[in-house]
Structure formats: C-alpha cells, structure tokens
C-alpha cells in the first residue's frame, strides 16, 4: 500500500511527497491504519525505521479532523513525550514537516532554555505539543498547560525515559489525562519493566507492533569490532578519519570528560571535530547540532546522551572509540547511520577490558560482531605514522620497546 492510499488529508500528501517518502516502511505500513482507526497501540521497531512517521502522519490527520468538529474541546488536543531535548527538537521537525499548510499547529518545549519564548508559544494555542517531563510538569504546575481536552497521549523512545528515571513522571501525567483517550507507545526494545508500563497505560484492545528482525542491526548497517589497547585508541581514529575525510561521522564516548580529552586528542594532531555532552547548554546544543547537519564540522563526538537524539540522515559512520554500557545501546549507536534506505558504515574499538562488554552485545544480537583483523606490524604503523609522534617521542620510544619485548617473549 502506498501513501497516497490511506484516507489523509491531500496537503499530508503533499508534504509526504515532498518529504521523498514513496512507500511506508513496515512499521508505518501496520501503525499507521490502527493509529487513525483511533486505536490504542504498542508498537516495537528498531531504530532508523521511521517510527516518527509512523505516529506523525496519522495524528495530524486526527487533529484535521477534530478540528473539523462543530464541538471540541479546547487547548491541546495531542502531547509527544519523549526524553531528551534533541528528541523533543527532531520530533518536532517531523510534525512540522508533515503538518505543514494544515493549519495545524505544533509547538515543542524542553529545559534547558527561556521558557518565555515557549509560554507564549502555549498562549497563541497549540493543538500537539512535543515535551520533556520535566519542562512540561514546570509548565503544568505554573497553570500554562492545561491537559483536559487532549485526546491522544503518545510515547516515544520509552524505553530509554525509562533509563533515564521517568515512569513516576509518566505515571504522574496519566493521572492529569482524560481516562477516555488514545494511547500511542512506541519503543525500540521491549522488556518486563516497559510491557508493565505500558499495560498501565493501553487499553486491552491495543493493538501490538513488533518488527523484530533476526538482526537488530539493520541490514544496510556494515559494523565491526577492532581489539585496540585503550590508550592507543586516539592513534586509531586519527587514522580513520584521515582515511575518511570527507565522511560525516559520529564518535561515540563512555562520559563528558573522555568526550573532552578525545577532542583535545583530535586537536593536537590538528584535526577538527565538536563535542556533545550533558554539560552543553542549550543553546550550544543547538548550535552544534546545526554545524554538523550542515557539514560546517564533519565530525562530532558525543555521549549516549545524544544516541538517539540524532537524526542526521546523511550521517556515514559510526565510531565506538568506548564500548556502550548497556548492550542494547550498541544497537542505537550504530543506528545514527544507515537511516532509512542509505548504506551506513560503524566500527567499534574494543580494550582488553571490555571484551566482556563486547560478549553482551554478542549475547544481545544472537550473533558475533564481524573481526575487523590487523597484523602487529600494522597496528605498530598505526602508532608510529601519528601526527601526534612530533609531541610524544618517549611514548612512542616505550611503545616500540614493549612491543618489541612482547615479540621476544612469544619466541621462547
């Protein structure tokens, strides 16, 4: 079935042509009918599968035709949760792109920033607001949002609010919600803590989605593994990015300060990347997040923090310079490429210390990461051909003397 098939609003159309949408992706194709048959749904999809689109398209539609109504209910009629800034901004350009011409009207707000600028949003009149928990309950409690007219409450990326300590915050928002409403809950995993989350939410009759390939890589995804010493992982992805300079490319770091110190690694060797971490504000959030879509800097370093908050359909590699914490995260890194129907490249650096992480991600995926296979004599070159050898003669003097003593112990 093709878009212009379901029963939408022919300026939806519009707006997905011009998005380049030709067919819906599974999960469309089975949320999107059940979403404006005004159905309860759980739905579960791997990350780069277009599950934005999937509740976007259908709830614009319900909004024009509440809108259309003699008698509605006033304020806000739709709220998006989701659990980062960067979510709640790209969520937000989503519905603005499929709303446009509707007339209906889309606001997002999260901390981090003024919230004049979004109270006055609020008062000219929203119909979807796309929130953070905790901006929202601010706002809530301040007497600017008012949820008794709405009627579709949706979800997304749930299980990383989860992670990251909402469920009082979601339980607290279902008590403020009309009892008689839709429920829209998309994730991209599924456990015990998020099915009895989500029952306390759905109706009985909801429908349940689950796109559960084999692989929960998609397959337009090439990742591998690459065993590098923890302290020689600079030298590796200085290589990888001279080796690739004219790919856009996402590294992904354990915490803030290794974001900081690899930065300041990337510099010495003069090569030129950002940085996105929780200690950003805002507004430098933004502003990074704008010279990277625009390829003003190719290269940006980040945190888990922003694992699923970037959209960035041209993004062509992915860089675990650390091994996530949580085996399911590899799955949401390595999803930053290859979205929709490009062909995407990851490569992960693994320490000896974090083999046994690696073993969970193998554990995760049923099946073993592909060995990315370097003889010593290479990876030595690695090291000895750095930018970085100019400033640091006596640990490359070190480096050669131990490998060196390493290859005399294997002899005997």
Sequence with gaps: MKFDKYPIHPKIKKNIIAQQFKKPTDIQYKSIPSILNKE????????????????????IQLIIESKGKDVQKPGIKCIVL?????????????????????????????????????????NRGVDILIATPGRMFDLISQGYIKTQGVEILTLDEA??????????????????????RQTLFFSATINDRIKKLAYSLIKQSAIRIQISPKDPVAKNIEHGVLFVEMDDKRFFLEKLINENEDLKML???RTKVRA????????RVQISCLTMHGD??????????????????????????SARGIDIPDVQMVVNYDLPDKPENYVHRVGRT????????????????????LKQIEEFLTKPVYRIEM??????DVIFYSNEKENDWERLLKADNEFESKKKKKRR
């Design 375 to 380: 003889s010593k004599s290479m990876y030595k």
């Design 40 to 59: 309860d749904v759980l739905a579960v999809a791997q990350t780069g599968t277009g599950k934005t689109a999937a509740f976007a398209i259908p709830i």
């Design 82 to 122: 989701v659990p980062t800034h960067e979510l709640a901004i790209q969520v937000y350009n989503v519905f603005l792109s499929f709303a446009k011409g509707t007339k209906v009207k889309v606001i997002a707000i999260y901390g981090g920033v003024d919230q004049e600028p979004q109270i006055k949003g609020l």
């Design 159 to 180: 299980d990383h609010m989860l992670d990251l300590g909402f469920i009082e915050d979601i339980k607290d928002l279902n008590k403020k919600l009309p009892r008689k």
């Design 280 to 305: 950003k504000t805002q507004e430098e959030r933004d502003s990074i997040m704008q010279s990277f879509r625009k390829g003003e800097e190719n290269i940006l370093i980040a945190t888990d923090l």
């Design 260 to 267: 900081e110190r690899v930065k300041k690694a990337m510099d």
């Design 338 to 357: 290859g979205r929709a129907r490009n062909q995407g490249q990851a490569v992960t650096f693994c320490s000896e210390q974090e083999k046994p992480v």
């Design 251 to 253: 590294v992904f770091v």
